[in-house]
């Protein structure tokens, strides 16, 4: 076993002096392992990244979630309160928030702000959505819809009430006055999360009925479902569509269900088909990197002739000589690796700050460069390696 290992040791330490006695075609060789590498690691990072991003943006917005879109038909539009009882009282269903929104104008100070966003939502809202950073959100009672209390968001009180103290103001909106009695955070509601406020004049939430009251809408057209924490949104789903082609008797088009989960598990089957992809393509750089350093070591074993003939003529074993230019293969190669680890790391750093996402070290790109990298100097320098140990000593003194 020592005698082994101070083979190997041998053989890595003449490989380095090789090596470092020709810089310029040791760095070409290690070139295409060097792009090659970071290509796989940099490619597969940004896509990880970005995907992993998306896809947080998605459970964040909307983990245990179903949004429900029913228009309805020509004989019936949208659904009735009773008909939102019926889908509450399902089975795995841990509530139901209706959602109405329109554009009002606000008056303040004798000025009107014309582009302000009255979200109408129901209390249940609020037990799924943590979005009240000061004062309250509303009560059971107050969403009568004859009782005029509102949530406004930061733009609303910086345009609209000039950053005058909000809470326990009243404040004429859409016709009507309101009382402040909140003002919301970060909203966690997709449409919000995703819509061009800069034009806009801020936020007001009102309970829902003050809206359709306001639009004299008779029934509900949108609405969230939360699904129970032990029960499963896939089944909830089904559960939920049995039931509206019940209420709309099997019509075409009556409504459509959003299961943003689902489309969480869609996304992650699209990431791993882009890794692979990439990957593969990525992987071709280190292919051709590979027979870069076979082309390398069989130039050095036809060079060093000589010196493979009088090393062999002095005694050394074949398997000494063979390990020694395989040793040097799999270092050039490694250290191609290595240095492409870095550049991809770089190349996805930057990536991932160019499209605004945090950064994320993809471990197992780079557990797959590193494998490929020895996997290539092995496979492409055992050629190469078994030639030199198969020289005939005599012969090889012979040569020119």
Known sequence: MLKIFGM??????????????????????????????????????????ATDY??????????????????GTALKTGLTEKDIDSLRNLD?????????SQTVSAISDGEIY????????????????????????FREFEADGYTQVCIVDDTFVSKVLKNTKAIGQTV?????????IGIQGDSTNLSAAYSDTSNSDGNVMVPYRNVMRMTFATNITNFNVYVEDDASTSEVETALRQELDRIYNEADNAFSVINLESLVEVMGSIKSMLTSMLGGIASIALLVGGIGIMNMMLTSVSERTKEIGLRKAL????????????????????MG???GIILGLIIAFVGANLMNVTFAIS????????????????IFGWMPAKRASELNPIDALRAE
């Open 315 to 334: 005694g050394a074993e074949p398997a000494r000589i063979q390990v020694q230019f395989l040793m040097e293969s799999i270092i050039l190669s490694l």
């Open 8 to 49: 190997i040791k041998e053989s890595i330490k003449m490989s380095v002096q090789n090596i470092k006695s020709n810089k310029m075609r040791s760095f070409l060789t290690m070139l295409g392992i060097m792009i090659g590498v970071a290509s796989v690691i940099g490619l597969i990072s940004i896509v990880q990244t």
């Open 92 to 100: 795995g269903v841990d509530g139901i928030a209706p959602s109405v």
């Open 363 to 378: 471990w197992g790109a780079i557990a797959l460069g590193v494998g490929f990298s020895a996997a290539v100097g092995i």
């Open 114 to 137: 014309d582009n302000v966003t009255m979200d109408g939502v129901d209390v249940s809202y609020f037990d799924h959505n943590d979005i009240i950073k000061d004062g309250r959100a």
């Open 172 to 180: 004429h909106i859409g016709g009507y006055d309101y009382l402040i």
């Open 337 to 339: 690796g290595f240095i």
């Open 54 to 71: 998306v896809m947080g943006q998605f459970s964040e917005l909307g983990a245990g979630t179903i949004t429900v879109m029913s228009p």
